[in-house]
């Protein structure tokens, strides 16, 4: 399916929030994605896995997850100097500001004239997965993808700990985890927990293991893994198909 692409301006908490958005060409109603990128923001890797997913007939939605501290448009190059950036951006922005963030995003979505309001999911990576995780809180969202989500079990997502393994009660949607066993920011131990606590909140969910490293899913770097990153986006497709198919 051919997509079209834009870029949009959502005010929150009075700062800029860029938003990039791609969408199916045909006219119609499909659901909405709320679409997290990593540390890096929204360079091209991420844009390319927005794009995909829009390709398969979904209205696709990407912040830029550190617009209170980065300037309009900013990409972090994933170097050391990037990762140093990036990892401080996250340290420094208070995790109510990114739930902030996502109410922003799911009225936005639910206020686009091509988005089924009853039709909202979401998926990111790595950081962008535990955010993933966090929207999947909110009652409008009824499928959450989560690509080698980070910081779940100690809390680790901006300053101040992150309550997300103790909320899994609040989640009513279904879950897709994918993970990676060789990825050393989530070892077994928090796969482990992670997994437990998804079953002991009797929430509805799958997890998918790759032998793979940390963002295998990122076409740019030497941890790129294409078959396991097609097996994943397999998987991604036909859960959300099913869930939005209901």
């Known amino acids: 399916m051919q997509i079209t692409k834009r870029n949009v301006e959502l005010r929150v908490d009075d700062s800029l929030m860029r938003v990039y958005v791609a969408s199916p060409k045909p006219a119609g109603l499909y659901p909405g994605i709320l679409f997290y990128s990593d540390i890096y923001q929204l360079g091209d890797p991420m844009i390319r896995l927005a794009n995909y997913l ?141 997994i437990t606590e998804l079953e002991k909140g009797k929430i509805h969910h799958q997890v998918f293991l790759y032998e793979a490293e940390h963002t295998f899913m990122r076409d740019d770097g030497y941890r790129y893994d294409a078959e396991a990153a097609a097996s994943a986006w397999s998987e991604i497709i036909t859960f959300f198909q099913r869930v939005f198919a209901e």
């Open 54 to 194: 829009a390709g398969f007939g979904y209205v696709v939605a990407a912040p830029e997850i550190f617009h209170r501290l980065e300037p309009v448009g900013l990409v972090i190059e994933p170097d050391d100097l990037g990762r140093m950036r990036g990892n401080d951006d996250a340290r420094r922005t208070p995790v109510a500001d990114y739930d902030a963030d996502c109410r922003a995003l799911i009225e936005f979505l639910k206020a686009e004239s091509a988005v089924a309001p009853a039709k909202i999911g979401t998926l990111g990576f790595c950081i962008g997965g535990h955010l993933s995780f966090r929207a999947a809180f909110q009652s409008e969202i009824k499928a959450a993808a989560c690509c080698y989500p980070t910081g779940i079990p100690s809390g680790k997502l901006g300053k101040g700990v992150a309550d997300t393994i103790g909320r899994m009660s609040e989640i009513n949607g279904e879950m897709l985890i994918v993970l990676g066993t060789l990825d050393p920011h989530i070892p077994e131990n928090d796969r482990q927990t992670l």
